[in-house]
């Protein structure tokens, strides 16, 4: 959101920055952000990248004047 609420500080995130994730049975995941850039909100390409078995997830929002959306990648 643009009003500094969910999301509003994943610009400050970086390469190897840990984000943590808790399902709703209260099971604690860990991942590493191996990857960030900005791009256009119509480039969905990002969900296409190399699968392999261990968890991954993206993390898409846009940008602070909505003109682009920000994707942070992590595993």
Same mark, same amino acid.
């Given at each position: 959101?643009?009003?500094?609420?969910?999301?509003? +500080?994943? +610009?400050?995130? !970086?390469?190897? $920055?840990?984000?943590?994730?808790? *399902?709703?049975?209260? +099971?604690?995941?860990?991942?590493? #952000?191996? $990857?960030?850039?900005?791009? *256009?909100?119509? $480039?969905?390409?990002?969900?296409?990248?190399?699968?392999?078995?261990?968890? !991954?997830?993206?993390?898409?929002?846009?940008?602070?004047?909505?003109?682009?959306?920000?994707? #942070?990648?992590?595993?």
């Amino acid at each position: 959101y643009c009003n500094g609420k969910l999301f509003s +500080n994943n +610009n400050k995130l !970086q390469k190897g $920055d840990k984000i943590f994730i808790t *399902t709703t049975n209260g +099971n604690k995941r860990e991942y590493t #952000i191996y $990857d960030k850039f900005i791009t *256009t909100d119509e $480039d969905i390409s990002y969900l296409e990248r190399n699968k392999t078995n261990e968890p !991954q997830i993206a993390l898409s929002t846009c940008t602070n004047n909505e003109e682009k959306r920000l994707v #942070i990648l992590a595993k």
